[in-house]
């Protein structure tokens, strides 16, 4: 009944099972015996390179609250394709026998306690489009060489990673980058105007952004959410916002920008929220104030309720 590479997956479950320290549901209850394809939260499919032979092509324990470490033997799992533990207690790091995992195309290990330096054996990963790490205690440098990775979606946020934006950002194909709550530190770098073919989303709020908005952003005509909240951003909001045709969400809110808001701005066709709040800009254009909500609490706008008073501005 058992090919070798179910009986692999059933070393690297039981190997795992041992590594697992508290299971308050009992999510892992019923993995025992060899039949691994019926251990919850273990889904199995034809081999994509054999496809008489059955193997595990997904591991999914979101929301089963177990605490543990990931065994080095789980880089048995030579098939598996999507490998999700979002919300669990997983202490340590990525295995580096995780390398074997060459069609690993969604690893979401969001909202555990996985530590340590940025998991590098995702590099090895040829496979690999979704990468979340949100939600852990990593630290240390976040590696250029991840904006080289051809990845659809990139989730870095709150955790204490270290990360300036690289020249190489604009090399990343992700059609979303969220980089919020982290030690950020330097300049949107203008090469991110190179990466509109393909982004949707970026946020980078609270990252530690530094100096000014480059003109580029212009370019980003299918970005929809661009949130630039709470940081140390200075100057004018760039004219070429008004090119991005595609914008729902902005928010610039939190920063020291100053000048006159472009008019091109609230004139975008889909916006529904511009979020400027606590900066230094001194005029909003008419267009901006039908907008609703109006969130500019905080500038040095004549006229406008809620605003610095003249000694700050
Ligand atoms: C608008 O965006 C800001 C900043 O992201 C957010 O705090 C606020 O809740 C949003 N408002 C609405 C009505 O969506």
Redo the contacts with the bound molecule.
């Keep these: 009944l058992q090919n070798p590479r179910l009986f692999d997956a059933f070393l690297a479950f039981q190997s795992w099972k041992l590594a697992i320290t508290d299971d308050p549901k009992g999510f892992t209850s019923n993995w025992v015996g060899h039949d691994v394809c019926n251990y919850r939260g273990v889904y199995c499919a034809p081999a994509p390179d054999d496809p008489g032979v059955i193997t595990v092509a997904g591991v999914d324990l979101n929301h089963a609250d177990v605490a543990g470490v990931l065994p080095e033997e789980l880089g048995l799992l030579c098939d598996v394709a999507l490998f999700h533990l979002n919300s669990n207690r997983f202490q340590g790091s990525l295995p580096a026998e995780f390398c074997k995992l060459k069609l690993l195309f969604e690893l979401d290990l969001s909202n555990n306690l996985f530590c340590g330096g940025f998991p590098a054996v995702v590099f090895k990963l040829p496979s690999l489009k979704f990468l979340d790490l949100r939600f852990n205690k990593f630290v240390g440098d976040v590696p250029p060489e991840v904006f080289d990775l051809q990845l659809d979606a990139l989730f870095l946020n709150d955790n204490a990673f270290k990360l300036t934006l690289p020249p190489n950002l604009g090399n990343s194909p992700v059609s979303v980058l969220v980089a919020a709550n982290i030690f950020g530190f330097g300049i949107l770098p203008p090469a991110v105007g190179q990466m509109a073919e393909t982004l949707n989303e970026i946020v980078l709020?609270n990252s530690g952004l530094l100096g000014s908005l480059p003109d580029e952003i212009g370019q980003l005509t299918k970005l929809t959410v661009f949130?630039v909240?709470f940081n140390h951003l200075i100057g004018t909001l760039p004219e070429s916002i008004g090119k991005m045709v595609s914008l729902e969400?902005l928010?610039v809110?939190h920063n020291k920008l100053t000048g006159n808001i472009p008019e091109g701005i609230c004139l975008l066709p889909r916006l529904?929220?511009f979020?400027y709040s606590d900066n230094y800009f001194c005029s909003v254009p008419r267009s901006c104030q039908n907008l609703s909500?109006d969130?500019g609490d905080e500038n040095c706008i004549p006229c406008k309720a809620d605003q610095r008073s003249p000694l700050e501005c």
């Design positions: 709020l949130d909240g969400q928010n809110a529904q929220n979020t909500p969130d």
